[in-house]
């Protein structure tokens, strides 16, 4: 048998994945405020602090205490301010199955980047870590006479020396404290906007036309269907309405209405549709007027419509064809929400789409649904967690996540694990006893298929690896009941057959050709069986051969560049496929040293080859050979 791991738990990628981690590091807020802790548990906690960089000064210098952090300002009124930002992370110091978290704090960069985010975004003033970015935008060319530089794009947001009232924070500790308060979900939806919103006009100076996108793209991501009202035909697009009335022209009248309704509604679930009737629906009074004044040229209601529809333009313009707004919608427009462009009449300007995405989120946030805090396993969302795929060798003989849902996604990694191992990449071995104890049990209770076939391959290979001692009682019998299936072409079976003494299966041209061309369909869909790239690579080399084989070169050739661009860069695949090409074809194609990385040693001792030796570097004992089991 070969050498065994420690009873360690390792999952193939194709595992479930917990539903934390698609909150990586977008949840911290709501961590550190303790929404997902259990009763009771005790706490390890860090205090965090960092020097953040502003264009605004705290009119009351005493600290502010938010629902999460505190915010200490430091310096008096000047062209950039300091302030110092404080949050104590939190973190349960045991896990749910009561050992004790290895992890007791992040790193503090995400919680207070955060909570400089959400001051940004409400108070409309600048709070960054980062001084040179800051000193850029507040201090960035001016045009005399007008607010110049980001500030010209964004009023007070980058603008010098700007104040913040007590009234301002209390604004933003309600907003926090109500954002707080929705499901993780909406939270993160939120929390994504804000960042993204405040990033983009960060890069606005430099890429004003990818600002607007984002920004854009920021509304549409609060959209809801439920919002989405369908037009009315006499505000359905004009160039379409005339096609549309001209080839109705005369029909019955019912049946135009219905073909209208029909049309409607089928713009009613169209993207640009729920992006418009979504942002409108959440366009509160107050955008109008108290948080209109002093604005330079606020959208007017009837306009909103169709500047909203326009502003969806651009960003499809940009995305398609790379097609940036002319220099005139930002150049000279003094902070204004609004600016004319010949070609589009009046659009949303940075300005006016910057205040519109606030208020938007504002309205989502005190319209959606507030939930109760409850434990959770939130370790998953943290931030600075690196995920990746395991080798093989560690979880393929962990039988907890074997089942018939796994058993292909097995069989690729004890193939990917045997292939390491017999090629000398790989010291650890496999000890497959709790999986072939699974596969006796589950194989007669399961109909034909790919994953029978897999759990089937897997014990036959088990079989041909392990010493004849060390095998199973019955497992002989086991094989000769349900092996047969190994000799009917799939992909799995070739790929028993590479990886066994059994060698290429004897199948007629006509099933190599079936066979490789499924597969190929297979993975141009992605929906294949997963094997591994030199499997893919040697089946396609096999089908040409053999159709090379019996004078089909035409289709030798699609085969062959099948296998090269299978495994692109190969030097030896395309040096055999421009011989097969040129009419110098060499059928011996070497996939030993192709399949293994190395060339083959012939194996004389008997015994079960190390990683080293054996021509198939599988066990003496095969299938094929007759005996009953130690």
Known sequence: MLSTLSDRRFYPVAKKKPMAEQFDGQLMLQISAGRFFRPGVKLNERIHRRTVYSNGWFVDQAPVKLPVGTIIGSTEIQGLSTAMLEAVDRLEATRPDG??????????????DDIAYLMTFILNRTFSRNHDQVHRLVFGEHVAGQRGGAAGLFPGLFEPQQTIQPADLEDLKLFMGT?????????????????????ATRRAIDDPTGAYTDLVAALESLGDDHLTAPATWDRYDGRARKIIDAALEGEDQALVEKLRAAILEAERVGLKRRFVSSTLARVSAAYYRNEAVGVVRPPQSADLERMLGLAYDIRSRRGHVLEDLGD?????????????????????????????????????????????????????????????????????????????????????????????????????????????????????TMPDGAAKTAMIAIYALWYEWTDQKDRRSGAREFLNTHGPCLDRPSPIAFTFGLLSKRGIPE???????????ARRAARMAGKETPLPTAVDVLLQLETADQLEAVGR???????????????????????????????????????????????????SSGHEPTPESGESCAAADSLQEDGTDG
Request: aromatic fraction near 12%; include cysteine.
């Open 507 to 517: 199948w007629t041209v006509v099933e190599w050709t079936e066979l490789a061309t």
């Open 328 to 444: 005139e919608a930002w150049v000279f427009t003094d902070g204004s929400e609004t600016g004319f462009v010949p070609r589009l009449r009046r659009i949303l300007t940075l300005a006016g789409l910057w205040r519109l995405v606030r208020h938007v989120v504002r309205r989502f946030v005190a319209d959606a649904t507030k939930t109760a805090p409850e434990p959770w396993d939130y370790r998953d969302a943290l931030p600075g967690i690196l995920r990746m795929q395991l080798a093989p060798q560690y979880w393929v003989s962990q039988a907890d996540g074997f089942d018939a849902h796994t058993a292909e996604t097995w069989f690729n990694g004890v193939a990917e694990a045997f292939i390491a191992w017999c090629g000398g990449h790989a010291d650890e071995g496999i000890d497959l006893t709790g999986i072939v104890e699974k596969i006796e049990q589950l194989v007669p």
């Open 179 to 199: 954002l707080l308060d929705l499901s993780r979900e909406d939270f993160a939806r939120v929390m994504r906007v804000i960042r993204n919103t405040v990033d």
């Open 99 to 112: 050992t004790d978290d290895f992890l007791f704090a992040t790193g503090g960069d995400e919680l207070i």
């Open 553 to 603: 070169r035409d289709g030798a050739v699609e085969f062959a560049s099948n296998a090269v661009e299978e495994c692109p860069g190969n030097e030896d695949l395309h040096a055999w496929e421009k011989r097969l090409v040129t009419g110098d074809h060499n059928p011996n194609f070497n996939w030993h040293k192709f399949l293994y990385g190395k060339e083959s040693v012939t194996e």
